[in-house]
């Protein structure tokens, strides 16, 4: 296998971006390609790219809008388009919904309160590239920090995400206000996914756990296998 | 030529800042207030002959996101 080829996008006001670049190389052992925002162009022959947490522009407008209309958008948009395995975590989930890329909308929390601590989550799709090394419907503690994580699509969206089990996992206890308990969800193609918790912060025993490593695996030995 | 966008949450979603203004005015003492929903004003200035079109562009791609909001166009014969 070539070595694995990640990207990591950073925004201005992005603060996860160190943090997914190293769980990204504890894991494939490769260091990603840090990416700036203002960047026309990708790193060609892309395995994976990386959308990370934060407040990107300061949440200006509304959280993830302005960055879903950096220039680089356009280039992970067409590198999501041919198939390109595209995570966002956080922000960057934000920044997903606001490209279109992934449907519904990330809005202030339930309790207007900002969330930080670790949630448990039931995985509940185990096919994608993302959470294949999860077990069916295993419950995961993966960290929270967010201000909006409160997922809302429309009904007939959030129907269509169950009936093509695109929601990738659930909070156990519903602590933002999402729809249908919603933590994170796959585009109609399976390589795009959005997760309002942190993988990257739970990838060593030192972290309080390493239940997100398991994401990461995923990714690369699919990778590898492709 | 001044044109302003108020962008607001479309009925059925919930809108959890209203809530917790709401929950302040009667904090507040003030009776009968029956629902509140809090938005946006944005306030642009535009070349004039700017069109509807395309300031229903502006809306659309970047102002409101038409998930969750809805965007009305106040022009200056009206404002």
């Given at each position: 296998m070539a070595a694995f080829r990640a990207a990591v996008v950073t925004f201005p006001g992005s603060n996860c971006d160190r943090d997914m670049a190293v769980a990204l190389e504890k894991v494939s052992g490769v260091a990603p390609i840090r990416v700036w925002h203002g960047d026309a162009d990708l790193p060609e022959r892309l395995d994976f790219i990386a959308l990370p947490g934060g407040f990107s522009y300061g949440d200006?407008?509304?959280?993830g809008a302005m960055a879903a209309n950096s220039p680089i958008m356009r280039a992970v948009r067409e590198a999501a388009d041919r198939g390109v395995p595209v995570l966002g975590v956080c922000n960057g989930f934000q920044v997903l919904t606001e490209a279109g890329l992934l449907p519904g909308a990330l809005m202030r929390n339930a309790r207007q309160n900002f969330i930080c601590r670790t949630a448990p989550l039931k995985v509940e799709n185990t096919q994608s590239l993302f959470t294949a090394g999860y077990e069916q419907g295993a419950t995961i503690h993966i960290p929270v920090a967010h201000h909006d994580g409160n997922f809302f699509a429309d009904q007939a969206t959030l129907d269509r995400l169950e009936g093509e089990g695109r929601v990738a996992m659930r909070y156990l206890d519903n602590l933002n206000g999402s729809q249908r308990d919603i933590a994170g969800i796959l585009n109609e193609g399976g390589n795009v996914m959005g997760m309002m918790p942190h993988p990257e912060r739970a990838v060593e025993p030192d972290h309080g756990g390493s239940d997100g490593r398991v994401l990461f695996e995923s990714v690369v030995r699919a990778l590898a296998m492709a | 030529m001044k044109v302003r966008v108020h962008v607001s949450l479309k009925p059925g979603v919930l809108d959890p800042q209203g809530r917790a203004v709401h929950h302040a005015l009667e904090g507040l003492g003030f009776a009968g207030v029956n629902d509140v929903r809090v938005g946006r004003l944005i306030e642009l200035d535009v070349a004039d002959g700017t069109t509807d079109a395309e300031l229903d562009e502006m809306c659309r791609r970047l102002l409101a996101n038409m998930v969750i909001e809805n965007y009305r166009i106040e022009k200056p014969e009206t404002v």
């Open positions: 200006y407008l509304r959280s | -």
